[in-house]
């Protein structure tokens, strides 16, 4: 598989984005967060996405530049309208205002609606965390696919509909849950496709009920995404529609089995800052917070099988492991990233020589 260095394909990206268009500014945040997902372990939301975001661009579904729209506004809420942006423009403007208000009352919300796809949802909780802040994301849909069954369902209903949640611990990396609330993120089993994968166990089932292995049954939709937790599917369920609810319904958009025009793809998302510190005081938090890392990190283990992790920790390892060795990028997904930056008239970088 190919291999390029983190900045290199950043700046593709942004290039790609630039030369379609996309203003310059708002190209290289979205860039930087795509690139970010490769780096965090998340490639199913990182360069893979060129292609699809470019043809949204030049089909005009993503329309950049447009900044978005405040509809509502009190010390501790705004409702937002993301005007058709790019997912990453209108959720980094959604989670900053939510940093913000937060800062001043303790606890605030920001939903925003009319956006497109947001990527990996961590980074936004990340953005909070790295400001001494607790940082929520939830993630809905109303023009989406429609992937995820409801649990004892044969038919799709629900979106992937991702939550994230990012928490400081002082000195140390956040704890960063970010999860589809179906088995894997839909963006996997399109990876498991271009790696000749079958689906994990559990990930699919079809319209007559049973299991499938063959990710491109998924893509042609005759199988769906089972809710997270399996026999315990319930539970993943139930966190799918909170999400529904939360992102979808209260920032205004809708939902999946909405009446109102379906504008096509999209991510609603509300974002929901607290600040720590507004609730306990900073020795407690600080000490608490270390001693229960530390407390679940030591737990025991079977013998030979790796330490017990904090959410957050794969990333942490993940990303130390990329920026020594470069993002891997499978072939078929170089071959049609490098289509279509040709299209816009970007050359691709060189790939990391093989040691
Ligand atoms: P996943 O199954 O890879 O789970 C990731 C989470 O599990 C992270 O919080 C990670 O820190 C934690 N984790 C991993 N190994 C662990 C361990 N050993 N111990 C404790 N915690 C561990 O995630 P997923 O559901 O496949 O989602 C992948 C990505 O897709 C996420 O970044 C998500 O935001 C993104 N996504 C985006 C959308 C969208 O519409 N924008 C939809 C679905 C998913």
Request: net charge positive; charged share 20%.
């Amino acid at each position: 598989m190919p291999k390029a260095k983190p900045e290199e394909l950043r700046a593709l990206t942004r290039d790609v984005f630039h030369a379609a268009g996309v203003p310059r500014e708002e190209a290289e945040q979205v860039a930087h967060l795509m690139v970010l997902s490769n780096i965090r372990g998340h490639d199913s939301h990182g360069v893979r996405q060129i292609p699809r975001y470019l043809q949204r661009v030049q089909e005009k579904s993503i329309l950049a530049g447009k900044g978005v729209t405040v509809e509502k506004d009190t010390p501790s809420l705004a409702i937002l309208n993301g005007n058709r942006s790019f997912g990453h423009f209108a959720a980094t403007h959604a989670m900053k205002l939510a940093i913000a208000k937060a800062r001043k009352v303790g606890i605030a919300a920001v939903g925003v609606h009319n956006l497109n796809h947001i990527g990996r949802v961590g980074a936004y909780p990340e953005m909070a965390a790295a400001e001494g802040l607790i940082g929520m994301c939830f993630v809905a849909s109303r023009g989406g696919d429609k992937a995820q069954v409801p649990f004892g369902g044969i038919e799709p209903r629900l979106a992937t509909a991702p939550i994230s949640v990012g928490i400081p611990v002082t000195g140390k990396q956040p704890i960063l849950l970010d999860f589809a609330t179906s088995v894997v993120a839909a963006n996997k089993v399109r990876q498991a496709l271009d790696r000749k994968k079958p689906a994990g166990d559990g990930w699919l089932i079809d319209a007559a009920g049973k299991p499938v292995s063959d990710p491109a049954q998924y893509i042609a939709g005759k199988a769906f995404l089972n809710p997270v937790g399996g026999l315990a599917g319930h539970k993943g369920y139930g966190l799918a529609v909170l999400n529904t609810i939360f992102a979808g319904i209260l920032t205004g958009g809708g939902t999946l089995a909405s009446t109102l025009p379906n504008l096509g793809h999209d991510n609603l998302t509300m974002m929901i800052v607290l600040d720590p510190f507004a609730f306990v005081a900073r020795d407690f938090y600080d000490r608490e917070m270390t001693t229960l890392v530390a407390y679940l990190r030591n737990t025991k283990v079977r013998p030979g099988d790796p330490p017990v992790q904090v959410p957050g920790e794969y990333e942490e390892l993940y990303q130390r492991k990329v920026e020594a060795e470069g993002i891997e990028i499978e072939q078929p997904v170089w071959d049609a990233i490098m289509k279509a930056a040709r299209s816009v008239g970007v050359a691709m970088p060189q790939p990391i020589p093989a040691r």
